[in-house]
DNA sequence: AATGAATGAGTTTTCATTCAT
DNA sequence: AATGAATGAAAACTCATTCAT
């Protein structure tokens, strides 16, 4: 009883939080009950209600846990000492590192986002709108105006979807074959996906500078 | 009554057939039950057991639609005398515009794809390996063995992944910006995603042949 | 096959609602559980929903049921041949008879009538305006005056509850010692109920015409 | 810390019983849960079983201070030197600012009274019994025999549904309409009730000696 | 080919209560 | 004397499906 090592000795929120981010993650919001979360979680099933305030309060938490780290990794320390292109870079390897250590919340996320949760309707939009002004920044420092909300609100999802379309394939390549993959693969996918996000930045400064240019 | 003009005097089960997908795009398959999708389409909700033997048949239904597409686009006529380059952005070419014209359809399987849905994982198994078989002539075109599963396993859900990503985002950025979308446009990611594409095959080709040399 | 002269053989729709009268009557409208309900109809729980749309829809099919009936007391034939006395005392025997012969849906709508139901608010506020547009008129041929809404608007439940009181009292006398009421009590009954209510009447008129006089 | 003068400082059982009284009033006592009394008291859930051993003892309480109450009125002092009918009006007068003082706990009361609470039926026979114990002087005084179990039992729930009568409608009139009522109306009040019930007794009084005579 | 009433297992949520602190 | 986390049963309601017509 001194200290709690062991599995199911965590916190309750925590076991049932880490619970449905992993049924989340393999059958979808909708489609877990809380009896298999609270079963799963090993509590009792009015806990969620009293934790949470009801499902989507769970997936509320998850979506605010995975914004909130997604947020800190667009505050890149003393970016003004370094080039876009390595803020760039070093963006791109926190993230491919978060989501790594955090691959189901980031899947339940990107799974969720585009679903209508009315209840989660307003949290999406105000997240969206945080990482928005968090992201101008970097935006500004390669050339695009921080008024134009339309590029602007482009590079946020593609960034993310970028890197969390391999771990989406990785889990279906599990699923069907049975690969793994190592450190060195990650580190060479950060590097093609950070030059990738580079060239798209690029693109759409070039492209946007002229007006859009004839083909 | 002679032909039939009109919205709503479509058949039955095609009706049916369209609002699940517009439904399931939207809200996901789990969330929407078969009397949303009866009232919606304008049916009785026994037309559902009756067209699709339950609200899983809708889902197998639409899946087999989109995937029957989606292997049409991996048979380019006369490949053998293209280029491999010319057969990629060919296929990538009817990919965009397959996508386009169905987007809906093809969100509805990338979003159910990795979820967790007994009745359909035979299904979702047997399509895969059927793209697999369909897909192979072009990688081996590219120099890859036709043997190695998972690189060939990558590339189909890569492929995918790089448009459908484009709108998923799109669907968002219509719901939290207004932002459309033109020919022009879609021309011009075509041949973004092709070059990408491209690369990375030529990546993966590189990367193998020589084992994995020493950075 | 041919017709249904049993109890249980009477549709379901009614077997429900007798069910919920009795057990609303018996224990309250919210210490009544619509499983209850349904085992003690006989039908299977999810037709409360089916056929009321939940519990609040019984209530208010139960309180409209005994609406009706009461408006239609209020409409005395030929009235403008009977003296008001005549008239107050046949609208008297009418609806002591209603209530008799309806105890248990009487006893419930009295009994939620004051009582906070957020989604039947409305429609007691509805029946009750109904109520006073169709008894003023008794109350003008009484000398009062019909656009005094708060006289006005006392007659109606004084009278329902004068007669509504003697029910509940039995209930508990039935409960309590082994009471039972015949014709000729009901008879008495009404007509001491009729008198009262007419002094009433009187006393509220009286009062009214000068102002309210010093004692 | 001294004294208690503040709204909030008042003894943590007391504040359970007002917010009760309140709510119970307001929605039945079915439909409250001991949540919201908590709340409403502003107390800790737990306290509710630790002074009154669950929800049903503060319903238990409230009538028990509802049925002492109403038990000293019936106590009338120098009731032996007074005519009947002083005594009655007297009776008439006490209930009349009992009620109007304690409104809630005798509606609270009165509602619940016929309801079926199997935990509180056997407190309502008792003081039932204790009602007719001490209401039979009064009512020998007017000639009834007190072995007469069920005339006797008539008055007592008679008396207090006349007043309880106007009360029920005062909160009806005061939700519809905004109407309020002053001294004077509940002197006049008094008198009516008071000349209603005296008119009653003599009318069972009369109605019973001769056995009932043929009409 | 099509209906809609009916089913029963399922859903989430709330209940009053208790227990360790 | 008081807390609030935790419980398990029960609440109302919805589900996909079936069946008689």
Redesign the pocket.
């Known amino acids: 009883m001194a200290d709690k090592p062991s599995e199911s000795d965590r ?3 925590q076991r049932i939080l880490d619970a449905a981010v992993r049924l989340f993650a393999q059958k979808g919001f909708a489609a ?5 979360i609270a079963a799963e979680a090993g ?9 949470f ?4 309060g769970i997936l509320r938490a998850i979506m605010e846990t995975f914004f909130e780290g997604y947020l800190k990794i667009l505050d890149v320390p003393d970016a003004d000492t370094k080039s876009a292109e390595a803020c760039a870079f070093e963006i791109m390897d926190s993230l491919v590192r978060y989501v790594r250590e955090n691959t189901e919340l980031a899947l339940v996320t990107y799974n969720e986002l585009p679903l209508e949760v009315p209840e989660i309707a307003e949290l999406k939009v105000d997240w969206i709108k945080r990482m928005i002004k968090h992201a101008s920044w970097i935006l500004t420092r390669f050339g695009l105006d921080p008024a134009d909300g339309i590029r602007i609100g482009m590079i946020g999802p593609t960034l993310f979807s970028l890197v969390i379309m391999h771990f989406r394939i990785r889990s279906i390549q599990r699923l069907v074959f049975g690969f793994s993959f190592d450190d060195a693969y990650y580190e060479e996918f950060t590097r093609i996906a950070a030059t990738f996000f580079l060239d798209g930045i690029h693109g759409l400064v070039a492209r946007d500078q002229p007006e859009r240019k004839p083909e």
């Open positions: 916190e309750p929120r877990v009950g809380v009896r298999e509590v009792n099933i009015s806990m969620i209600s009293y934790y305030d009801g499902k989507v």
